[in-house]
Structure formats: structure tokens, C-alpha cells
């Protein structure tokens, strides 16, 4: 017999009962919500410098802090030599170990003086320059964070110095379960695109040198490629101003690198065990690939994987963890990005209940397929993404990160104010739809890392293969 | 407040407001409207108002914690907090969480040694179901066997994901208070034993609420889109006629600094890069010497400019990191016996005695020298910053409020941390820095692979 089918077979036997409580009546004296306020939408003021480089504006009056969020777009982890995955990330930590005018240390050591932080971080698309102030220094932090994206010096016993540090650093999260975890459902999910390598790996590690270093930084740390937000106490006029100041002598060098290749939108499932001795959970990570951001099905498959696995009232967490008392927590998110996405469950269960917490993790799933979710449920997600982006935007900096993410997955910047109306436009159907198509148990690769005596648990569930 | 110890103190900390800041300029002042009323039942009721957004932070925290939970039951505390979550008799498992999300809430809840809070942050319109199911479960649970097996059950899930199955398994919190203090309230394993954990009986459940959850035991704390007038209005409607309950008087647990340091190896099956954690005793809440042990912290371990960082991340390059934490909460949120420990993963080919004497020649050099002005200027306007931004979200601005009207009896109080720390001068950290980060008041775990422990017994 298949696994296709074993899995299919297994999925028909577990789905489970409706819960009772979502049957149950609300209390009698509860009082209703209050009628919604109208949906806040940043204003966001935009220009374009003759270079290139993308600036938006979010003014705010909130606290006193000014935030820079200085996003390039293919410039991260996808970008990034086979044999040196991970590098983006080590590119980004050294942007603030040196520049031409300043050593790490005088770099910190003015960030903390301005009541502010300067930061880098790679993601899959793009790398990220973060820098916040106390509002009287937004202009000599914008100074701070235009010299170390501009102009680092990647001076050679920091780049020593961060290699033998992220050798150490490996070894520390090999030892975490849920980071084998994510190495395995990456690959699992992405095959060979570079999405699958976002880790570092101790070979490419030793293989970074400084010259890596400053090539890349002239590839891809370029205004042309480059979005600015600024938000906070600032208006927008002042705020070009000292963007221009900052960036507008700044010209792009030679040619930005070419867009990454879409990802596959299906993968054939693998059924891995990663043998981790004495191990007293399984972490289990079910997982298969989905559409980009700009996908017409990102929207649904939001609300689908809310339903699923998107905080305490979500299926897999009332049923693995209020229900069957499994897990501490039981989560799916969908992993949306310009080229390609997933669609990545996980719980980490106690070795006993290992095959059957996967059981009900493939039940769930086969039921937003097989019946329509009701009404009410459907309201209560819906409502429980609109109340996330109200809560999110009540953050100036998080405001900023979501447009520079936004941006980064291929998403114009009249997506933060669409998103809540979009989603309140999703219906049962369209849900139901998503289950058949992208929750199929069949098509989802399955990762457990745990003890070696789980593996008779799993079975039923593919033809597992081992490895340490 | 059932546990303040040490009130005599307070007007040393009170007096240093006076002093205006002049670290930086007045637009970066962030001063919290705060309105205080206790109802008739002794709950005490903090608004801040700021209508930036349809949003409101909602935080109820009951004065009781880790520190007061039966002797024979390590994790009660905790345990209890999950079963606050598990329906009442009006609001059956399952309601709580399905009103709040269907609110666009999110909500959540945590113990601490001398608190146990519970948090919601939602758009407005959720504020009012939200404020009728804190109430609900102020006056009673359903106390069901079958919600008590399943959160044992969920919190040994925790245990393991946290601690059993990690790496370095939280000893820097959990095994660090066990060796470093005396009394069994500070001492005992705040997660629990499973034996403890498993032992749990409904009276046990039954008798913590009674004793520790009424409404003259806990705050209420809203921030964000709603006025005082109508924050106090919604608490009488919902908790007014909630009865106050008799709460017992906290043992002494108090302790004093440690006069012998104490020194221990730990095997680690899991981890395979070695880590130590330094932990010394601090002042108690309300001491005069409370702000100047935060900017101490600040200038030892806090962030990359930090001496320890430049020092032993970079120069020596002898550690991966360096982390310092207050116990579980900050520097300005206890109310008992705490530690300051450093924290730090460091290269296999250095011995923790060289980590130490690095540590303990950094704070030597306090010692001896203080610290320049430019780099205590420095050192200010960053923390400054940061209490600004613990700040933002609705969700911990009341938290926070909660928490310091609930351990200082007076919210306000948290319009007052920038100034004492403004306040700090150099002979204050050298004073600090002499009595409390000795070696006769530290307590070290060296925590190895056990591999990398082997191999030390075989050289032996």
C-alpha cells in the first residue's frame, strides 16, 4: 500500500467530533462586544531619491521615538552561495562592527548615547537595518545607521571574531530540538530552492572570508534595491530632508543580483526521524509548500491556518493541548514570502503520545477540507486577524516592519490598509476550498526529532528514514 | 500591600524625584497619565489613558506568587495559573478563550515569586466581555477534576519543552535561586516536582483561590482607549459586588546577603558549548540603593556598549554573550529576596575561572574608579529609552502599572523610575558595586556538557 494512502485512510478514521464547547451556548449575562471603531490606516507619505532608494513616511505621535527601518530586497538568505548558507545573516551582524569612521565598540557606544539601537538582520528576501532614537536624535541616528549600511569596514578580527562565535553558536543550537527541527522541514518543503538553507553550517562558516564579506555588501547593499520607512515624531517634509541628507550622494555599484527563481508549489512528502538520544519530547513539524504573498490564495490560507493553528482558540491547540493535555502549545503558521511559502504545523509532545498527537495534528487538517467551518468560528478568526493588526499598529515600530516585510515579499504599501478588509471578505467556502486543496494529509511532509523508541509510534504515518 | 517589608525606605527613593532630568531633552519625556481608585472591596483600579488607538491593555495581577505557594506543592502557583483559564460555572472551558479571540484579544497569564498576572490586550470594543470574564473568575472556577488532570498534564508539557528537554534547562533561574538562598520560599523549584505537580488535589485549588484571589488581593490595571471615568465606572459594574476574602499574612522570607560565596558544577546531557551563571543578592524593593543596582547592571551587562560585552564578548573574547536578569521580573519588579546574575556561554577552551576573574576585575575597576560622566550620561539616556519603550504597547503599560501599584502600592511610582535613575551618581555605583557584586555574596554555577565533564575527570 502507498503512503498516499496509509495517510489518507488514517486521516478518514481521526476526524474528531466537533468540540463541544463551540456547540455550547455563551453565558447568559455576557456582554455583547461594542461596535468596532473605524479601521486605522497609516498615512504613508513616499518619495523616490534620483538613486533609487524607496522612502516612506509614517508620521506618528506617540512615543517619543523616532524608528528607521532600511530594508534591501534580495539581499538575504536566498542570495546567498550554497556553500555558504547562512551568510547574509553573518553579513548583517558585521554591518555594525565597523565602518570607516568608527570601530564597533564607538558604534555601540554611540547608539546607547542617542537612547537608540542599530541592528541587522537577514531574512529569506531581503536584510534589514533597524535603528531607533529618542525623538531629539533622529537626525544623528539616521547619520549612524547611513554609515554602517554605507560604508562598514568589516575589519578582519571582527569577522575572526564573529566566525569563531557563530562556530560556538551552532554548536549551542544543534542542541535544540526544534532547531534540527526547522533544518529538516525546510528541506523537506523546498527541496533544493534556497529557501530550504537559511541555517549556517560549520563548513560554510569556516569558508566566509572578508572579501565575501565586501563583495556582497556592494551587490546588494544598494539604493536601488533599498526601501526607507521612518516613523514616528517627524513630518514628512523634515523627514526627506534628512533622507536625501543621508543617502542621496549614495550610488548603486554594478549590476543587483537577478530576482529569485520561484519555489515549487508542491513537494513530494518526506517522512523524517532525526534520532536525538534520551530525548523526553518528539518535536513533530508537519509541513508542505504554498504560494507567495502576491498569491491571490494568501488571504484564505491567513484565515485558514488561523482557524488551524493560530493562537489558543485555534483547532490544534484546544484539541492537542486543552483537550488531550499533549503538548504545552500546538501551532501553524503560514510562511508567506516573495518566491514561494509554507505551510509549517508544529507541537512538541511527550515521547508516549508521539503517534497519536501526529494523529490528531492529520485529523485537523483533514477536517477543514471535509466540512465547513461555521459561522461563528469563522466570525471569531476573522476577527481575531483584524484585532492582531489593530494591536500591531498600536506600535510604531512594528508599523514600520510591516511595511518594510510587506515590501520585501512583493506586497505594494496599500496592502496594511486592504489586509483587514480583504480578510473580513473570506468565506466558508473559500476556507473549506483551502483544506482540500493545501491540508490534504497526503501531501505534507512529516519531521519528528525524539528518542529512537518513538519511531514505532510513526508507522502509520509514512515510511519514516533515521538519521542522527 | 501584604508584602510590603520594607515601607520605611520608600521616602529615600520618593525624595529623589525632585531632581529634574537633564539627560535629554524634554521632548523625550514620556510621563503616563495615571488614575488610581480602590473600590469598597479593597480592589485597587489603575487607568492610563491614550486614545493613539482603538486598543486596550487589561492586566490584573493578584499579590500572590511562587514564593507563597504551599510547602508540599513546588509549581502550585503556576499550576493554579493555568486552571484560571480552565471555566467557571458561568463560563464553561473553552469560553474564555473563544470571548477574547472572537474579540480580537490576545491573552495570556504568568507567575512570578510575588505575583501572578493575567493579561489581555484588544481592540476596544472587547473590553467590556473581557472585564466580565476577569470578574467571573475573581469570584469562583468550576473546580473540575477533568480541567486539573488536563493542565497537570500541559504544565509537565511546559516543564519539558522549557527545562527537561533544553539545553542549559533554565538554570539560570530556576537552579541558581536554589542554591543561592536559605529560605525554602525563595529556594524551592517554582515550576514544581511532577511528584508535587501530580499531588495537586481540588481543595488545594479550591483553598488558593479563596485565600488569594479576592478582589482586595489583586489590581486591576487598563491602558489605552478609555477615560478614568469610565475605566472606574466598568470595574464597579463588574467587580463591585465581588465580597473581599481574608488573605493570610506572608511568612518572613526575608534573607540577608550571603557571606560565603558558593560554587558548583552541573552536568548538562544536552548542551554542547559550557555556560556559567553568576548570581549575586540584591537591596530589597523601596532600598536607596534599588536604582543605582539597575544602572550598575546597565553599565556591567547592558547591551553591546556594556563593559562585560567589550570585555569578555570582544577584547578577551572569552564568551559568546552576556545577559543579566533580575530573577524572573526587573529591577523595579520584586518584593522579596532577588538576584542579579549574569549569564554567559563561553568558549570550551577557557576555564570559568578566567570568566570570573574577568567578571571581578570589571567590577573592581567600579570599584576603584567609578564611572566617567560621559559614559553614566550614556549609560542613562539608554535606559531612559528603554523604560520608554517597556512602555508602548498598551498590553505592558498596564501591566506594568498593575505591577507596581500591586508591589509599591502606587502606580505612580512608574513615572518616577526615570528620575531615580537620572538621580544615580559614580560614588552610588561604587557603593553598590562594593557591598552587593562580592565574591563572599555571589553564588556560580559552572554548567558543563557532560561530555566536556567526562573528559575533565579523566585529565583528574
Known sequence: ?468 | MSAMRSPKLLPFLIGLTLSASSLASDVDRFDLPIAVKTLDNGLTVVVSEDRSAPVVGVSVVYKVGMRSEPKNRTGFAHLFEHLMFEGTPNAPEGTFDKVISGGGGRNNGSTRPDFTNYIEIAPVSALEPILWLEADRMKTLDFSEKTLKNQQDVVKEEIRVNVKNQPYGGFMWIDISQQAFSKWENNHDGYGSFVDLESAKLDDVRAFHRDYYGPNNAVLSLAGDVSPEEGFALAEKYFGKIDQRPTPKPADFSEPLNTQEKRITQSDPLAQVPAVAVGYKIADRGSPDQAPIAVLAEVLAGGDASRMYQGLVKGKEMALNIDSLFGLTGPFEYDGPTLLTVFALYKPTVQADQLLAEMDAQIAAIVKDGVSDAELARVKTAMLADWNNSLESFLSRADTLAKFQALWGDAKVANRVPAWIQAVTSDDLKRVAAKYLTVANRTVIDRKPAAMLATDAEKK
Do not use: C
Not at chain 1, 479601521?39 to 512615543?63: C, E, F, Y
Not at chain 1, 481575531?384 to 500591531?392: D, E, F, P, V, W
Not at chain 1, 483544506?435 to 523508541?453: C, L, M, W
Open chain 1, 1 to 468: 500500500m502507498t503512503k498516499t494512502l496509509i495517510a489518507l485512510l488514517i486521516g478518514a478514521l481521526l476526524v474528531p467530533a466537533a468540540h463541544a464547547g463551540e456547540a455550547a451556548a455563551m453565558p447568559k449575562d455576557l456582554p455583547a462586544y461594542a461596535a468596532d471603531k473605524p479601521l486605522p490606516v497609516p498615512a504613508i507619505s513616499k518619495q523616490t531619491l534620483d538613486n533609487g532608494l524607496t522612502v516612506w513616511v509614517v508620521p506618528r505621535n506617540g512615543m517619543p521615538r523616532i524608528d528607521f527601518v532600511l530594508a534591501f530586497q534580495g539581499a538575504g538568505l536566498a542570495a546567498d552561495d550554497p556553500a555558504m548558507p547562512g551568510f547574509a545573516s553573518t553579513l548583517a551582524g558585521l554591518l555594525s562592527e565597523g565602518s570607516d569612521q568608527r570601530d564597533s565598540k564607538a558604534i555601540a557606544e554611540a547608539a546607547q548615547g542617542q537612547g537608540g539601537s542599530i541592528g541587522a538582520f537577514a531574512s529569506n528576501d531581503g536584510l534589514t537595518v533597524a535603528a531607533d532614537a529618542l525623538a531629539s536624535n533622529a537626525e544623528p541616528m539616521l547619520a549612524l545607521l547611513a554609515e554602517v549600511a554605507r560604508t562598514p569596514s568589516f575589519p578582519e578580527n571582527e569577522v575572526a571574531l564573529a566566525k569563531a562565535n557563530a562556530l560556538q553558536g551552532l554548536k549551542a543550537a544543534e542542541a535544540q530540538p526544534g532547531f534540527r527541527a526547522e533544518r529538516a522541514i525546510l528541506k523537506a518543503v523546498y527541496g533544493e530552492h534556497p529557501y530550504a538553507r537559511t541555517q549556517n553550517t560549520e563548513a560554510g562558516i569556516n569558508a566566509i572570508t572578508r572579501e565575501h564579506l565586501v563583495a556582497a555588501h556592494r551587490q546588494r547593499l544598494r539604493p536601488d534595491r533599498a526601501l526607507l520607512v521612518i516613523t514616528g515624531r517627524v513630518d514628512p517634509e523634515r523627514a526627506f530632508t534628512l533622507a536625501k541628507g543621508a543617502f542621496g550622494d549614495w550610488k548603486a555599484e554594478g549590476k543587483a543580483a537577478a530576482a529569485i527563481a520561484a519555489s515549487a508549489t508542491t513537494a513530494t512528502p518526506r517522512f523524517v526521524h532525526l534520532e536525538r538520544s534520551g530525548s523526553v519530547q518528539s518535536a513533530l513539524r508537519v509541513g508542505r509548500p504554498s504560494v507567495p504573498a502576491t498569491d491571490a490564495d494568501h488571504i484564505p490560507l491567513r484565515v485558514a491556518s488561523t482557524i488551524l493553528g493560530g493562537g489558543f482558540s485555534s483547532r490544534l491547540m484546544q484539541n492537542l493541548r486543552e483537550d488531550k493535555g499533549y503538548t504545552y502549545g500546538a501551532y501553524l503558521g503560514h510562511r508567506s514570502l516573495a518566491a514561494g511559502g509554507a505551510l509549517i504545523a508544529g507541537a512538541d509532545v511527550r515521547n508516549e503520545v508521539t503517534g497519536a498527537a501526529l494523529g490528531e495534528v492529520l485529523a485537523e487538517y483533514t477536517r477543514l477540507g471535509a466540512e465547513a467551518v461555521s459561522a461563528r468560528e469563522l466570525d471569531m478568526n476573522k476577527r481575531y486577524i483584524a484585532g492582531g493588526y489593530l494591536i500591531s499598529n498600536q506600535m510604531q515600530a512594528a508599523v514600520a516592519m510591516t511595511l518594510a516585510n510587506n515590501w520585501l515579499s512583493g506586497l505594494p504599501p496599500e496592502f496594511l490598509g486592504e489586509f483587514v478588509p480583504k480578510v473580513r471578505a473570506v468565506d466558508a467556502a473559500q476556507v473549506q476550498a483551502i483544506g482540500k486543496k493545501y491540508f490534504a494529509p497526503a501531501q505534507q511532509s512529516i519531521v519528528v526529532v525524539g528518542d529512537a523508541a518513538v519511531v514505532a509510534q510513526l508507522k502509520d504515518y509514512g515510511k519514516f528514514e533515521t538519521s542522527k
